[in-house]
């Protein structure tokens, strides 16, 4: 078969070309190779043959031999054919032939051509209206006394006799028309005539009689032909004809040209306005119809005028009956029982069907108008189903900033909406603002009538709570691509579940993903306690006023420090930080908090997108730099009141500070009076750094003193700009430096054994690259398994492999990729090596290949199957030899059929291990955050049940973290992740919340970007005094950015609490003026004071306990039901220690049933009777307390490496040769 040029053979594609008597010829085959045959080469110069270049066949020699064949098939002319047989052989074929016809143009200008069909349709119900026009010009122009008869007749006058039961006719069949009047008539019925007769005939379909008996073709003739007929026979032009059932038609015509209309303009007309119309027509169809029907039937009877006969009809239709105007005679009776009769009928119908849209469009939401979206600023949340607690969530939080209390908000939900959700937004409040439209984000039409093309921003949410995760995110990508496909240029806020579906969305302006916030959070709040509380209250929109009118002094410095949030300001514009253009990032950010109490914690350069943390000393400060500060509002709200600096300082430290009263927290002029910042410098020695542990160390040691001692130990100040001798403290590196360098003899090969890189193996797209710890060689998988020994070692338990650090173990349901966060910032580069906890992972399923693939490579990473809620497999696991034991929401549970109880079993699992191992960190994740009242539950406790008032009083004030002082929260102990939507929410008005929340958890890295550490404060700290003197510490020696406190504090929780406060108030009266540090009764009872060596025992805050007693039930003071409650005391004690033997020996045994050692279980300090609390930026006159927990940003170690010319190791001791005595302070960080 000929095959034309340029077609594909088996082998490849020939190409010719033919011209100039002979034919250069190429074949190309499929792997791309080539052969050409040049004319007269090896074939006598005719050019006729075709040269392939294969093994088997060579054309050249068969074309010498072989006797050329006829032209017709010859080898080129069966690949290209006979070009003049093909030519004379070609049919030309014309398409949609069918539509050239007379016939079917006139169909596609009449009814298929959208436009064009509603200008006939227009001009239809154009006729229709003025043939209504020309009726009632008639009758107002005609008047029966004149005489009644045909055209051309006599004329006979007639009056009405009441008493004469007979009725003439001849006022009923002739009326008075005017020639003008009835040309204009007839034209107007043959153009109707005529139009009516083609578009019968174009929409004929077989059944003629179909198309004759239609009710708008019978009226269409009964109103035309007449007219017709009385052009050729004059004496009926005075003929009457019903014309005014020309009303009818016009409605219909109406009808008809509104679907044109919308199918013309491709929009769909609400189902509403076009029912809403029916109805308006029909009843004035009605109307008319009775009108004019009843005025000509009255022409033989009381001669009724027009607007009389309109009088009588509303009077009729609308039930009043005033009986003032009645018919006299039996056709026009019998016509108002018709109309009476037809209006019960279809009035009726036509309501029904009006109030079933009202009530579909209650349901749907009806529409945004356009005119609305154009001139005033609405956003649109995107859902799967909307839950009570995501809609406030939502509103409170979006609406918490001043700027957007002019926004509407549109909710686009495919479900029917929820019975509360229903009832709240019928609040006022919120039904003026917020807008429900039941729909798909999938369709266009929705997105339509939420006006997404004029929307600010939208919102898309996943749904948590369903069972397949995954699934939920494949929706919330489909919504995302919807709403960019129709609306490009609409900004995107979507949250994402799960991490390998984030690349999907990442065209996105703003992309949260849950499980990446989540485990990253779960792992710092191991190194640094309460993470998840920090992060959860920096985001929360709060004006730090809940809990102050509590009595309980943590409480209102708890809520008073909640309320500040982070905010950015232009260098150049900010008075907080104008003055210090030209200087250090440091020196800018102690002074700005010593003077105004904001902590400066970042900044982004003009000419970068990179938000650095703390990028340390080096940094100078320009006017084009975007300040990031922690503050309780942003500076363009604040207002600066300058007070004289008192000349006279006071000696020493009063102690009072912040702890007077609420009123004492927003003063910082007094910083600069009490002296907290001592500028002067010491004569010290200069040692190296030593290294404290992670926790602080000799970084705050106290200097050794070279005068008089009672002289105040003092700080080196913080530079201007850095020196050079003191720009890189030795203790920045200290811990890598040791590391690789001189490792203990302790840790000998194994910390030799790691090296620093980048993980080979993301288990998942858009995972940022973080610098971590690795192995050397990637641990086989059998050796990932913590319980069973393989060939490389034995090990079958947590304690045969003799872990230097204490285990951090995460129970989860299965291994997702999310659960790689959890490991990165937990080996990161910049933690030390030798604070590395060995982390186990508890999983319920097996991971898979993939995901042990992606963590064999990090040092000390175990797994183990078992569930949490069993405890052999808690055992198995080293849970004794752990610090931290993390548990995550399993996905399985998220869905019940009470909403609340998805939590149900999470709960009493981590209650049931709370009582097993009372001294284990135990953070937990729930699904709903009301459940986390439930955590650690005291049920007898009148100090929680106090709390539970508390946050019933804040919810009432309208507070948006109303469970901030449910104490599991307050600690850091539970979270959900629901608290983290504000993150997406924020990010509407601050962009950039969602890289620095980022930054700090770790999921980010940016060179020159600092991250979250803590550092706790010990007694042999405490010479420090303060948070503002700790700040100016920590920016002299180490460069490192404070940013708040973590604080345990001893309380009793028990029901005994009563009689403690009885018996302790009176000495707490007496006591209250013994100083900053007061006495502190023990948890033994007996009310003896503690020293400053025992701050690790458990203290009683006598303040809270009155508070407790006022708000529980109170109790009589009676010393006979006194004592009858102590002795009840003593017993209830007695009851707890046998419960807690029980516990214990019950672990004991199942630990010997498995063949574990129990020495590494015994009863630990039970730290059931401490509450802990995150203070964000206190004040600087905030007194330090032991055991304090400090949040630090620390700068970039590699930052500065990069930038030098010379080895850590030489540029440390470098900088420790060349210290002075004055400036020793800042080496021995």
Same mark, same amino acid.
């Given at each position: 078969?000929?095959?034309?040029?340029?077609?594909?053979?088996?082998?490849?594609?020939? $190409?010719?070309?033919?011209?100039?008597?002979?034919?250069?010829?190429?074949?190309?085959?499929?792997?791309?190779?080539?052969?050409?045959?040049?004319?007269?080469?090896?074939?006598?110069?005719?050019?006729?043959?075709?040269?392939?270049?294969? =093994?088997?066949?060579?054309?050249?020699?068969?074309?010498?031999?072989?006797?050329?064949?006829?032209?017709?098939?010859?080898?080129?002319?069966?690949?290209?054919?006979?070009?003049?047989?093909?030519?004379?052989? $070609?049919?030309?074929?014309?398409?949609?032939?069918?539509?050239?016809?007379?016939?079917?143009?006139?169909?596609?200008?009449?009814?298929?051509?959208?436009?064009?069909?509603?200008?006939?349709?227009?001009?239809?119900?154009?006729?229709?209206?003025?043939?209504?026009?020309?009726?009632?010009?008639?009758?107002?122009?005609?008047?029966?006394?004149?005489?009644?008869?045909?055209?051309?007749?006599?004329?006979?006058?007639?009056?009405?006799?009441?008493?004469?039961?007979?009725?003439?006719?001849?006022?009923?069949?002739?009326?008075?028309?005017?020639?003008?009047?009835?040309?204009?008539?007839?034209?107007?019925?043959?153009?109707?005539?005529?139009?009516?007769?083609?578009?019968?005939?174009?929409?004929?379909? /077989?059944?003629?009689?179909?198309?004759?008996? $239609?009710? =708008?073709?019978?009226?269409?003739?009964?109103?035309?032909?007449?007219?017709?007929?009385?052009?050729?026979?004059?004496?009926?032009?005075?003929?009457?004809?019903?014309?005014?059932?020309?009303?009818?038609?016009?409605?219909?015509?109406?009808?008809?040209?509104?679907?044109?209309?919308?199918?013309?303009?491709?929009?769909?007309?609400?189902?509403?306005?076009?029912?809403?119309?029916?109805?308006?027509?029909?009843?004035?169809?009605?109307?008319?119809?009775?009108?004019?029907?009843?005025?000509?039937?009255?022409?033989?009877?009381?001669?009724?005028?027009?607007?009389?006969?309109?009088?009588?009809?509303?009077?009729?239709?609308?039930?009043?009956?005033?009986?003032?105007?009645?018919?006299?005679?039996?056709?026009?009776?019998?016509?108002?029982?018709?109309?009476?009769?037809?209006?019960?009928?279809?009035?009726?119908?036509?309501?029904?069907?009006?109030?079933?849209?009202?009530?579909?469009?209650?349901?749907?939401?009806?529409?945004?108008?356009?005119?609305?979206?154009?001139?005033?600023?609405?956003?649109?949340?995107?859902?799967?189903?909307?839950?009570?607690?995501?809609?406030?969530?939502?509103?409170?939080?979006?609406?918490?900033?001043?700027?957007?209390?002019?926004?509407?908000?549109?909710?686009?939900?495919?479900?029917?909406?929820?019975?509360?959700?229903?009832?709240?937004?019928?609040?006022?409040?919120?039904?003026?603002?917020?807008?429900?439209?039941?729909?798909?984000?999938?369709?266009?039409?929705?997105?339509?009538?939420?006006?997404?093309?004029?929307?600010?921003?939208?919102?898309?949410?996943?749904?948590?709570?369903?069972?397949?995760?995954?699934?939920?995110?494949?929706?919330?990508?489909?919504?995302?691509?919807?709403?960019?496909?129709?609306?490009?240029?609409?900004?995107?806020?979507?949250?994402?579940?799960?991490?390998?579906?984030?690349?999907?969305?990442?065209?996105?302006?703003?992309?949260?993903?849950?499980?990446?916030?989540?485990?990253?959070?779960?792992?710092?709040?191991?190194?640094?306690?309460?993470?998840?509380?920090?992060?959860?209250?920096?985001?929360?929109?709060?004006?730090?006023?809940?809990?102050?009118?509590?009595?309980?002094?943590?409480?209102?410095?708890? %809520?008073?420090?909640?309320?500040?949030?982070?905010?950015?300001?232009?260098?150049?514009?900010?008075?907080?930080?104008?003055?210090?253009?030209?200087?250090?990032?440091?020196?800018?950010?102690?002074?700005?908090?010593?003077?105004?109490?904001?902590?400066?914690?970042?900044?982004?350069?003009?000419?970068?997108?990179?938000?650095?943390?703390?990028?340390?000393?080096?940094?100078?400060?320009?006017?084009?730099?975007?300040?990031?500060?922690?503050?309780?509002?942003?500076?363009?709200?604040?207002?600066?009141?300058?007070?004289?600096?008192?000349?006279?300082?006071?000696?020493?430290?009063?102690?009072?500070?912040?702890?007077?009263?609420?009123?004492?927290?927003?003063?910082?002029?007094?910083?600069?009076?009490?002296?907290?910042?001592?500028?002067?410098?010491?004569?010290?020695?200069?040692?190296?750094?030593?290294? /404290?542990?992670?926790?602080?160390?000799?970084?705050?040691?106290?200097?050794?003193?070279? %005068?008089?001692?009672?002289?105040?130990?003092?700080?080196?100040?913080?530079?201007?700009?850095?020196?050079?001798?003191?720009?890189?403290?030795?203790?920045?590196?200290?811990?890598?430096?040791?590391?690789?360098?001189?490792?203990?003899?302790?840790?000998?090969?194994?910390?030799?054994?790691?090296?620093?890189?980048?993980?080979?193996?993301?288990?998942?797209?858009?995972?940022?690259?973080?610098?971590?710890?690795?192995?050397?060689?990637?641990?086989?998988?059998?050796?990932?398994?913590?319980?069973?020994?393989?060939?490389?070692?034995?090990?079958?338990?947590?304690? =045969?492999?003799?872990?230097?650090?204490?285990?951090?173990?995460?129970?989860?349901?299965?291994?997702?990729?999310?659960?790689?966060?959890?490991?990165?910032?937990?080996?990161?580069?910049?933690?030390?090596?030798?604070?590395?906890?060995?982390?186990?992972?508890?999983?319920?399923?097996?991971?898979?290949?993939?995901?042990?693939?992606?963590?064999?490579?990090?040092?000390?990473?175990?797994?183990?199957?078992?569930?949490?809620?069993?405890?052999?497999?808690?055992?198995?696991?080293?849970?004794?030899?752990?610090?931290?034991?993390?548990?995550?929401?399993?996905?399985?549970?998220?869905?019940?059929?009470?909403?609340?109880?998805?939590?149900?079993?999470?709960?009493?699992?981590?209650?049931?291990?709370?009582?097993?191992?009372?001294?284990?960190?135990?953070?937990?994740?729930?699904?709903?955050?009301?459940?986390?009242?439930?955590?650690?539950?005291?049920?007898?406790?009148?100090?929680?049940?106090?709390?539970?008032?508390?946050?019933?009083?804040?919810?009432?004030?309208?507070?948006?973290?109303?469970?901030?002082?449910?104490?599991?929260?307050?600690?850091?102990?539970?979270?959900?992740?629901?608290?983290?939507?504000?993150?997406?929410?924020?990010?509407?008005?601050?962009?950039?919340?969602?890289?620095?929340?980022?930054?700090?958890?770790?999921?980010?890295?940016?060179?020159?970007?600092?991250?979250?550490?803590?550092?706790?404060?010990?007694?042999?700290?405490?010479?420090?005094?303060?948070?503002?003197?700790?700040?100016?510490?920590?920016?002299?020696?180490?460069?490192?950015?404070?940013?708040?406190?973590?604080?345990?504090?001893?309380?009793?929780?028990?029901?005994?609490?009563?009689?403690?406060?009885?018996?302790?108030?009176?000495?707490?009266?007496?006591?209250?003026?013994?100083?900053?540090?007061?006495?502190?009764?023990?948890?033994?009872?007996?009310?003896?004071?503690?020293?400053?060596?025992?701050?690790?025992?458990?203290?009683?805050?006598?303040?809270?306990?009155?508070?407790?007693?006022?708000?529980?039930?109170?109790?009589?003071?009676?010393?006979?039901?006194?004592?009858?409650?102590?002795?009840?005391?003593? $017993?209830?004690?007695?009851?707890?220690?046998?419960?807690?033997?029980?516990?214990?020996?019950?672990?004991?045994?199942?630990?010997?049933?498995?063949?574990?050692?129990?020495?590494?279980?015994?009863?630990?300090?039970?730290?059931?009777?401490?509450?802990?609390?995150?203070?964000?930026?206190?004040?600087?006159?905030?007194?330090?307390?032991?055991?304090?927990?400090?949040?630090?940003?620390?700068?970039?170690?590699?930052?500065?490496?990069?930038?030098?010319?010379?080895?850590?190791?030489?540029?440390?001791?470098?900088?420790?040769?060349?210290?002075?005595?004055?400036?020793?302070?800042?080496?021995?960080?």
């Amino acid at each position: 078969m000929p095959l034309p040029d340029g077609a594909h053979s088996p082998g490849g594609v020939y $190409r010719g070309a033919r011209g100039g008597g002979h034919t250069n010829r190429t074949f190309v085959f499929d792997d791309g190779r080539c052969a050409a045959r040049q004319p007269g080469a090896g074939d006598g110069g005719r050019g006729d043959g075709a040269l392939l270049d294969t =093994a088997s066949l060579k054309m050249s020699d068969l074309d010498s031999e072989l006797v050329p064949l006829p032209p017709r098939y010859r080898f080129r002319d069966l690949l290209l054919g006979d070009q003049s047989f093909q030519n004379d052989d $070609r049919v030309q074929v014309e398409f949609y032939v069918n539509e050239n016809t007379f016939k079917e143009r006139l169909k596609l200008f009449f009814i298929k051509n959208q436009r064009s069909s509603l200008r006939i349709r227009l001009l239809n119900f154009s006729l229709k209206l003025l043939t209504c026009l020309l009726y009632i010009v008639r009758v107002l122009l005609d008047d029966p006394a004149l005489g009644i008869g045909c055209w051309g007749c006599p004329k006979q006058n007639y009056t009405f006799n009441e008493s004469s039961s007979e009725i003439n006719w001849a006022p009923i069949l002739w009326v008075e028309r005017k020639t003008a009047l009835w040309a204009t008539q007839v034209t107007v019925a043959a153009v109707s005539f005529l139009e009516t007769t083609l578009l019968t005939y174009l929409s004929y379909k /077989g059944n003629i009689w179909e198309q004759i008996f $239609r009710v =708008a073709f019978v009226l269409e003739m009964i109103n035309t032909l007449p007219f017709i007929i009385t052009i050729f026979w004059p004496p009926l032009r005075n003929l009457f004809i019903p014309v005014f059932l020309n009303c009818w038609l016009a409605k219909h015509a109406l009808e008809n040209m509104i679907n044109d209309f919308h199918r013309a303009i491709l929009r769909t007309q609400s189902a509403m306005f076009n029912q809403v119309l029916i109805l308006f027509c029909t009843l004035l169809c009605l109307v008319f119809t009775g009108t004019c029907g009843i005025q000509h039937l009255e022409r033989a009877g009381g001669n009724l005028s027009l607007l009389t006969s309109f009088y009588f009809c509303i009077v009729t239709f609308s039930t009043v009956g005033y009986g003032d105007v009645t018919p006299k005679i039996w056709p026009s009776q019998l016509l108002v029982a018709i109309m009476i009769c037809v209006a019960l009928v279809v009035l009726p119908l036509q309501f029904e069907e009006l109030v079933y849209l009202w009530m579909e469009r209650q349901k749907s939401g009806g529409n945004y108008s356009r005119h609305r979206a154009q001139t005033e600023k609405h956003v649109i949340l995107c859902v799967s189903s909307l839950k009570i607690d995501l809609l406030m969530d939502f509103l409170n939080e979006f609406y918490a900033h001043p700027r957007l209390q002019d926004y509407y908000v549109v909710i686009l939900c495919p479900t029917e909406m929820d019975i509360q959700v229903r009832r709240v937004l019928q609040i006022p409040l919120w039904s003026q603002r917020v807008i429900y439209l039941q729909g798909s984000a999938l369709k266009d039409q929705d997105l339509m009538r939420a006006k997404m093309d004029n929307g600010e921003a939208c919102f898309i949410l996943s749904s948590r709570n369903e069972v397949d995760r995954t699934a939920a995110d494949h929706q919330t990508i489909l919504r995302a691509w919807a709403v960019k496909d129709f609306a490009p240029n609409c900004p995107l806020y979507v949250q994402i579940l799960k991490p390998e579906n984030k690349f999907h969305v990442k065209f996105a302006e703003h992309v949260v993903c849950e499980e990446e916030c989540k485990y990253a959070m779960l792992a710092l709040s191991c190194i640094c306690p309460a993470t998840p509380t920090l992060i959860t209250l920096l985001v929360h929109t709060s004006r730090g006023q809940e809990g102050q009118d509590s009595p309980e002094q943590w409480q209102r410095m708890y %809520g008073r420090c909640s309320g500040n949030e982070v905010y950015h300001i232009r260098m150049g514009d900010s008075k907080f930080f104008r003055e210090y253009e030209g200087k250090s990032f440091t020196y800018a950010a102690f002074h700005a908090h010593k003077k105004y109490g904001v902590c400066l914690i970042g900044l982004k350069r003009e000419e970068s997108k990179s938000i650095l943390l703390n990028p340390g000393p080096r940094h100078i400060l320009a006017a084009s730099d975007t300040c990031f500060y922690i503050n309780i509002t942003k500076e363009e709200n604040s207002a600066f009141i300058f007070k004289q600096e008192e000349k006279q300082k006071k000696k020493g430290f009063a102690g009072q500070g912040l702890y007077e009263g609420s009123s004492r927290l927003p003063v910082h002029s007094i910083i600069a009076s009490m002296g907290t910042v001592a500028m002067d410098l010491q004569n010290t020695e200069c040692q190296p750094a030593q290294s /404290g542990g992670g926790s602080g160390g000799s970084k705050l040691a106290l200097p050794t003193e070279n %005068g008089s001692g009672s002289r105040r130990p003092s700080i080196a100040p913080v530079l201007e700009v850095a020196d050079s001798s003191t720009l890189l403290p030795c203790d920045l590196l200290s811990d890598q430096s040791e590391d690789e360098m001189t490792p203990s003899d302790e840790e000998g090969l194994s910390v030799v054994e790691y090296v620093k890189g980048y993980p080979p193996n993301s288990p998942y797209i858009g995972s940022s690259p973080t610098l971590c710890h690795l192995l050397p060689v990637k641990a086989p998988f059998c050796c990932l398994r913590l319980d069973k020994g393989c060939k490389h070692n034995s090990y079958e338990d947590a304690k =045969a492999y003799g872990f230097k650090n204490r285990l951090i173990i995460v129970s989860a349901e299965t291994a997702g990729n999310g659960l790689y966060n959890f490991i990165v910032p937990l080996r990161a580069y910049y933690r030390p090596r030798r604070e590395l906890n060995p982390i186990v992972l508890l999983l319920d399923n097996r991971p898979d290949h993939h995901f042990l693939e992606a963590i064999c490579c990090f040092p000390m990473v175990y797994y183990m199957e078992g569930s949490v809620d069993n405890l052999d497999s808690l055992l198995q696991c080293g849970i004794i030899y752990a610090d931290n034991l993390v548990v995550v929401d399993k996905e399985s549970t998220m869905s019940a059929k009470e909403d609340y109880m998805a939590d149900a079993k999470t709960i009493v699992n981590v209650q049931t291990m709370f009582r097993l191992f009372p001294s284990l960190s135990i953070t937990t994740e729930l699904t709903h955050p009301s459940n986390m009242r439930f955590m650690q539950f005291r049920a007898k406790d009148s100090y929680s049940l106090a709390l539970s008032r508390l946050e019933k009083r804040e919810r009432e004030n309208g507070s948006n973290l109303a469970f901030m002082f449910r104490l599991p929260f307050a600690a850091g102990r539970v979270f959900s992740i629901s608290m983290l939507d504000t993150l997406l929410y924020q990010s509407f008005v601050k962009d950039y919340m969602i890289p620095i929340t980022r930054l700090l958890l770790g999921l980010d890295t940016t060179p020159g970007s600092g991250y979250l550490c803590a550092m706790k404060v010990t007694e042999d700290d405490l010479w420090i005094r303060t948070y503002g003197r700790l700040f100016q510490k920590l920016c002299s020696s180490s460069a490192e950015i404070p940013i708040g406190i973590y604080r345990t504090e001893s309380h009793v929780f028990s029901s005994s609490e009563s009689q403690v406060s009885v018996s302790v108030e009176h000495h707490e009266e007496t006591r209250e003026a013994q100083g900053p540090w007061g006495s502190r009764a023990g948890t033994g009872g007996g009310g003896h004071t503690v020293g400053g060596g025992s701050a690790e025992r458990p203290l009683l805050r006598r303040k809270s306990l009155p508070w407790a007693r006022r708000l529980s039930r109170k109790g009589t003071r009676h010393t006979g039901k006194a004592a009858a409650e102590e002795i009840s005391q003593q $017993r209830l004690r007695l009851h707890q220690r046998s419960e807690r033997q029980e516990l214990s020996e019950l672990v004991k045994n199942r630990m010997k049933h498995l063949g574990l050692p129990t020495t590494g279980y015994d009863e630990m300090n039970d730290q059931q009777n401490t509450l802990s609390y995150v203070l964000i930026n206190p004040p600087p006159d905030t007194r330090l307390e032991p055991n304090d927990i400090v949040y630090l940003i620390r700068s970039d170690p590699l930052a500065h490496v990069a930038s030098s010319s010379r080895s850590r190791k030489s540029s440390c001791s470098n900088k420790l040769a060349s210290c002075n005595p004055e400036t020793r302070d800042e080496t021995q960080f």
